[in-house]
């Protein structure tokens, strides 16, 4: 049986020298099991999702399966299996040579979003912040969204209010207005 340039069978075992038991599919994988039936067949045996072979066979970059814990798609890559929606958030731009928007460039962001989030990132690695008082409570707001607080009288110091899980920062915010006042003065909506 011939088998695609560049890939050689093994002398006494048969077998291609890509391993049909790998957690990331290449073009290798494709192109062997495109000529070997048994090949296939063994990648088959060793993923959870058959369907992801049949689309790596055809040619696909991406093949139904269950869904994602994070965002709910069922679209996932044939490559490592991962959330395909989430792995195109977790893109970059990507600019051109001119400084121009790639082509053909999937992104959940524009340019003038990423390029904000990279300065409001910068700004506060450089220390910049400002600071709000109300009561015996104090906070730091930084240019991310991040907002630290501190209380002397009921022992509450926190690096990142996001941190606090919701239900906590409730029973914080009915229980000290203060708080909720700051809050307010930093942007965070409280409705």
Same mark, same amino acid.
């Given at each position: ?57 055809a040619g696909g970059t991406y093949f139904i399966g269950n869904p994602c814990k994070r965002c709910g798609s069922v679209k ?18 990507? %600019? ?50 991040? %907002? ?13 209010l996001r941190a606090v899980p919701k239900g906590r920062l409730f029973e914080l915010g009915t229980a000290n207005p203060e ?13």
């Open positions: 049986m011939a088998g695609p340039s560049g890939y050689k069978k093994g002398l006494n075992s048969g077998a291609w020298h890509v391993s049909p038991f790998a957690k990331k599919l290449t073009r290798r994988h494709r192109d062997v099991a495109r000529v070997d039936t048994a090949f296939a067949q063994a990648l088959r045996a060793q993923t959870l999702y058959p369907q992801r072979i049949d689309a790596l066979v996932r890559r044939v490559f490592d299996c991962g959330c395909w929606s989430c792995k195109q958030a977790m893109r970059p731009i990507v %600019l051109d040579g001119r400084n121009r928007l790639a082509k053909g460039w999937l992104s959940v962001r524009s340019r003038d979003g990423h390029a904000a989030i990279l300065d409001a990132k910068r700004r506060e690695a450089t220390g910049e912040f400002y600071r709000i008082d109300v009561g015996d409570w104090s906070a730091r707001v930084y240019p991310t969204g991040r %907002l630290a607080v501190h209380c002397h009288k009921q022992h509450i110091d926190t690096s990142d708080l909720v006042e700051i809050m307010r003065r930093a942007g965070w909506s409280v409705d």
